[in-house]
């Protein structure tokens, strides 16, 4: 009797391990099935969505070009400038965005419009490159096998809160199989700080017309995530320098106001 309990026992186990065997095995199976056809929806979406393309393409321009801008003030070399080096960085010039020549006078904003310069400052810088990544796509698609048409015509560069956006002005239709998809006007937004960098700015360049200095603490307690600085220059000049305490963008423009020469 005994030794038929433990037989019944001994093959009740064995049918136990099976089933948990089998039920381990299927849901390996499940998992990479289900995975196979996660990774191959995101390939398609990388690899044949234009946007996608477009804006991997362009992102590293777009970020070099509002590095290049930012630590020159805004401009490229236009207006009255400075040219100045930081420590161990090489020589730039900054424009000044308040500037007065005479002593004692305050600064007058040599940038009114600085806002909208901004924007297009930044179009300049990747105007080519914009268009070379339109292209970049539309190669990338028809190596794929698609059919293109597409029209290129020009670009505008947007600045809102937390976001660069660059908009095409552009036709793209793509078929593949008899299905065709239209993607006109192209649109991709980057992750900048630029916006609310530009609030701040304008806010020390007003009280260095103004009171012929900026109160930089003050200011930070009103934009709490930017540190600001400033450096003085032989010229009697001021270097400020807006950094975001968490994207770590970097903005940097010089100001001449009621500058007290040596001795007074």
Request: proline residues 2%; contains cysteine.
């Amino acid at each position: 009797m005994d030794s038929k309990m433990n037989i019944y026992g001994k093959n009740g186990q064995v049918t136990i391990f099976i089933i948990v065997g089998a039920i381990i095995v299927f849901g390996i199976l499940l998992f990479f099935a289900f995975r196979g056809g996660l990774q191959e929806e995101i390939s398609s979406v990388g690899e044949e969505n234009p946007e996608s393309l477009f804006e991997f393409c362009l992102n590293d321009y777009v970020k070099e070009g509002l590095e290049f801008i930012s630590l020159r003030g805004g401009y490229d070399n236009k207006g009255i400038s400075k040219e100045f080096a930081f420590e161990n960085e090489e020589s730039r010039n900054i424009t000044y965005l308040c500037y007065n020549k005479n002593s004692y006078t305050s600064c007058i904003n040599q940038k009114p419009t600085f806002t909208e310069d901004l924007k297009t400052e930044i179009k300049n810088q990747i105007s080519k490159d914009v268009e070379n990544c339109f292209l970049e796509v539309v190669d990338s698609l028809e190596s794929k096998s698609y059919v293109v048409n597409y029209k290129y015509n020009d670009f505008d560069v947007e600045i809102i809160p937390e976001r660069v956006i660059v908009k095409t002005d552009s036709e793209l239709t793509i078929t593949k199989a008899g299905k065709e998809t239209d993607h006109n006007n192209l649109e991709v937004s980057f992750a900048s700080r630029l916006y609310e960098t530009s609030l701040t700015v304008l806010e020390i360049v007003n009280q260095e017309a103004r009171f012929c200095y900026a109160e930089i603490s003050g200011i930070m307690l009103a934009y709490p995530e930017f540190s600001i600085s400033l450096t003085k220059t032989d010229d009697l000049s001021k270097i400020y320098v807006v950094e975001n305490k968490k994207s770590k963008e970097v903005f940097r423009f010089a100001v001449r106001s009621c500058a007290i020469p040596p001795g007074l």
